[in-house]
């Protein structure tokens, strides 16, 4: 195991750098990039604006620009570069970088990640680095505690299911379910906003922040309760389209072992159903469970996160990503996705041990 654990490692380098080499050069050919959001800054144009600019036909941007723009600024290759001086311009493409080639900006990204250096945000005079950490603990709250809750809420519903299959209890239970996941994240965490945030009705939980403003001068207890506080409606409204997928999954995992001949055989030898069903059943059908939890994980953790950060105005990495990629802060947007696809790399190969763990008949080191 040790060998293949190795190789997967080492597989890592090249998986990295294919997904980092295709997204840099993706993104950097496509039109609205820093120095034009600059540019539309000091020319006071929007984004949304700059975006149709970016997006119209060339021949007549060049024609808008030349009627519009001072002498200076007529030769520009910038689009709404009106009355800016080629002075001005040079100075902004510096600022951010832009006056190197793309080929020498790709292999100083690729050296500085080598070293862990993701440098400073474009926009946020602010290290990436320390904009990261200082999101974290908003987004691994959500993920950890929404992944956890919904696996350890999922199996043992979907063993039940399967084992009552057919009775009215596994009935409601899918009912109320797929209720769930047909409601959208954004629009339950508004519901719970209206009914338990001091919308129409309640007022029992607090509606933005991780923690309270005097969370210093509580003692180790409160803080415990004031953080879990604060968590409740996010997680909530995280977990409650999480739970049909899974728990079907588990359930017809279920259902399918227990239908096999192995099973029929441990019966007519008198083996108890308990330790049939999780003596044999548990450790053969859990596989292709674990099998879909990195995905599962790295889902919660960043994308299934944003809407509700946004909503419950939680500072954390998904939404540090969206608003990096509407600002075209590209430090930042390269960072999070190298840090994330790391992370789905790695959870891999746990899930790969857990495997081995789950089924020790699995032995990766001979395939």
Known sequence: ????????????IPTMWA??????FIIQIAPGGPVEQMIANMSGISSALMERIAG???KEVG???IAQSSGSSESSKYRGAKGLTPETIKEIEKRFGFDKPMYVRYFIMLKDYLMFDFGES??????VIGLIVERMPVSISLGVWSTLIVYLVCIPLGIKKAVTHGSRFDVWTSTL???????PVFLF?????ILFAGGNYFNWFPLRGLVSINFDQLSWWQKILDYFWHLTLPITAMVIGGFATLTLLSKNSFLDEIGKQYVITARAKGVTEKKILYGHVFRNAMIIIIAGFPAAFIGMFFTGSMLVEVIFSLEGLGLLGFE?????????MFSTLYIFTLMGLIMGIITDITYTIVDPRIDFEKR
């Open 56 to 58: 119209t036909n060339q």
């Open 1 to 12: 195991m040790t060998a293949y654990i190795v190789r997967r490692l080492l597989l890592i």
């Open 189 to 193: 965490a508004i519901l719970l906003i």
């Open 177 to 183: 379910i797929i209720l769930g996941n047909a409601i």
């Open 324 to 332: 990096a990629v509407v600002q075209r802060d590209y430090p930042i």
């Open 19 to 24: 997904i980092i080499t295709i997204n840099f």
């Open 63 to 65: 024609q808008a620009d």
């Open 122 to 127: 474009l926009f946020r005079g602010r290290t």
